[in-house]
């Protein structure tokens, strides 16, 4: 530690609890940032795409169209049924 830290009215644990609750903290990439400007934009997107995964037991493959089971598809930009 530098001498010029001064620590001395620090209190100790003061954010433990809070820290070992976790977060939920996710950074997004600048481009996502960009489409998506506020929070609450980011949560309705994601409660509208969460509706789609939990009701949809199949899914269509971006690269090539084909539904397929979740299961099988292993990325949304890689055809997994080739």
């Known amino acids: 530690m ?3 830290y001064d620590f001395s009215k620090g209190a100790r644990g003061k954010y433990a609890a809070r820290y070992a609750a976790g ?5 997004l990439d600048r481009d996502v940032a960009e489409v998506f400007p506020p929070l609450e934009a980011v949560n ?14 199949a899914r269509v493959c971006v690269a090539c169209g084909v539904r397929a089971l979740t299961s099988e598809i292993s990325g949304l930009n890689e055809c997994a049924m080739s």
């Not at 977060?23 to 950074?27: A, E, H, R």
């Not at 309705?44 to 037991?57: M, P, S, T, V």
């Open 2 to 4: 530098r001498a010029e």
């Open 23 to 27: 977060t939920n903290v996710v950074l």
């Open 44 to 57: 309705e997107a994601l409660r509208a795409l969460a509706i789609l995964i939990q009701h949809h037991d």
